[in-house]
């Protein structure tokens, strides 16, 4: 359908040039004329249908300069602050290491954490009217909700329900206080359950309540809040008509290293939970699930302790795997997949897996979506150094394909707060695929040349969409 819209446009382009050469010469002329005038007719009858159905938001017609933007190349230059006056005693009985940016980032009473973690007086507010900042992302500040509270979505994915025109953020809910179950446990909040909320135009989000929620008594439940669930993403079946929801079920010390599946007859829940297991006989943290454009989907799973990850087929109904599995980027230590498909190439962004410290992205692609998987490098440009080498302080959890706009997607990602999970902030950026590789490590005689995939740090953007008021 999108096709069709921008073929429209060239036609629109091409007819608008005629316009200005020779007139009033023959009937041929005329005739030519009229049909150009009903084709007119016909796109314009199709741009009010698109506007209407298309909500609040229309593709921007010149949106040559606001894509350039997208690409522009943000430098970041961060001083650290010289170390907190102390007295000589103190100073003399522990003297102060240099820090680093990562030191100040993880450490909570860092003079930068303004920075690293803006305050409420910033926060992106959907209900404010000034029309300067309507549809701009600011990366990391706080992200209020249509109602005015903190989005709560984290590990999140998007499902952009075509029949509305409707995009779905589905995530962790995670607004409970953060504590450490034992010594050796890792920051946690205790199950919620999984966040949605529903926008046209990705940047005013109307909170639809928790889809998922936790168990609050039956020690036995997959979803009994002291488990672990993280990283929900749903995709619609078109033969069952129904939205399915996996993802990543574990006990407290992740042992259990399982998957779970929801399912619901609407995008906005409720979900019913209808089991966990360990795909193909294996343990799966980290997940992912993709839907190709053929209709089949794919659950992928870091496995075999974090240290290479499985992709394997749902069944035709997305309610469980099949048989059919492959090892990928085995012995590399990934987590957090994010994958998408342009021009008929599979890529995949992936994390490190360093807990909720923030480590380097890498961009992988495949030919077919089973493999073999390349690994093409960092995708991360701009910010500086220490950006790149962080993911922007933070860990990919989707890569979203955008309506109209087929060259660019926009990568999400999560700066988690460990101190604090809940005050978890969103990393939006966009994302492009285009150019040579720049150091395709494991290149090989006879592999293809693939493009590079790239990520623009932005501290305030938007993308070329205008609104239809
Ligand atoms: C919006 O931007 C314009 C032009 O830069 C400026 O004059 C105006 O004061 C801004 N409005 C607000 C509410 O900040
Ligand atoms: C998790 O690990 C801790 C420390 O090893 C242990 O005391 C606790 O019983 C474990 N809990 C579960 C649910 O396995």
Not at 128 to 136: C, I
Not at 276 to 287: I, L, T, V
Request: overall charge neutral; some cysteine; glycine content about 8%.
């Amino acid at each position: 359908m999108k096709g069709a819209e921008m073929r429209m446009r060239s036609k629109y382009r091409k007819s608008t040039s005629l316009v200005c050469n020779g007139c009033n010469r023959c009937t041929l002329t005329i005739v030519v004329w009229s049909l150009m005038g009903c084709l007119l007719l016909l796109h314009f009858y199709s741009l009010v249908r698109q506007k209407k159905s298309f909500g609040e938001l229309h593709l921007h017609v010149s949106h040559n300069s606001l894509s350039h933007e997208l690409e522009v190349v943000e430098e970041e230059n961060i001083q650290i602050p010289p170390p907190r006056k102390r007295s000589p005693r103190a100073a003399k009985r522990k003297p102060k290491k240099p820090t680093t940016l990562v030191d100040e980032f993880l450490d909570e009473n860092s003079q930068l954490r303004n920075i690293f973690f803006p305050n409420e007086r910033t926060a992106i507010d959907p209900r404010n009217g000034d029309r300067n900042e309507t549809l701009y992302f600011h990366p990391a500040r706080i992200w209020l909700d249509t109602e005015g509270n903190p989005i709560q979505a984290h590990g999140g994915g998007i499902l952009y329900d075509e029949s509305t025109q409707t995009f779905y953020w589905y995530g962790e809910y995670k607004d409970g206080p953060t504590y450490h179950a034992h010594q050796k446990g890792a920051a946690r909040v205790d199950v919620i359950g999984v966040g949605c909320y529903s926008s046209k135009d990705l940047w005013a989000w109307k909170n639809e309540g928790i889809v998922l929620a936790a168990e609050e008594n039956d020690e036995t439940h997959d979803l009994h809040k002291l488990n672990v669930l993280e990283r929900p993403k749903v995709v619609y079946n078109e033969k069952s008509g129904k939205y399915v929801m996996w993802m990543h079920i574990d006990d407290v010390n992740y042992t259990k290293a399982a998957v779970g599946v929801a399912v619901s007859d609407y995008p906005t829940g409720p979900f019913d939970y209808l089991y966990s297991k360990n795909p193909h006989g294996f343990e799966s943290r980290d997940m992912t699930v993709f839907k190709d454009d053929d209709g089949v989907a794919y659950l992928v799973y870091s496995s075999e302790d974090n240290s290479e990850l499985h992709i394997g087929p749902l069944k035709e109904d997305y309610l469980d795997v099949t048989n059919e599995m492959r090892r990928i980027l085995v012995g590399q230590h990934r987590e957090a997949p994010a994958l998408f498909k342009y021009q008929g190439t599979y890529y995949m962004i992936t994390s490190g897996c360093t807990g909720w410290a923030p480590n380097e992205a890498l961009a992988h692609a495949a030919e077919s979506i089973m493999g073999p998987w390349e690994t093409l490098g960092n995708p991360c440009i701009g910010g500086n150094k220490v950006f790149r080498l962080t993911t922007y302080f933070a860990q990919g959890t989707f890569v979203l394909p955008l309506p109209g706009l087929p060259d660019y997607f926009i990568f999400m990602a999560d700066r988690w707060n460990p101190a604090d999970l809940r005050d978890s902030r969103y990393v939006w950026l966009p994302l492009k695929v285009g150019g040579a590789a720049d150091e395709p490590f494991e290149f090989r005689f006879g592999f293809p040349l693939w493009s590079r995939v790239s990520i623009y740090w932005h501290k305030k953007w938007r993308l070329p969409y205008k609104r239809i008021e």
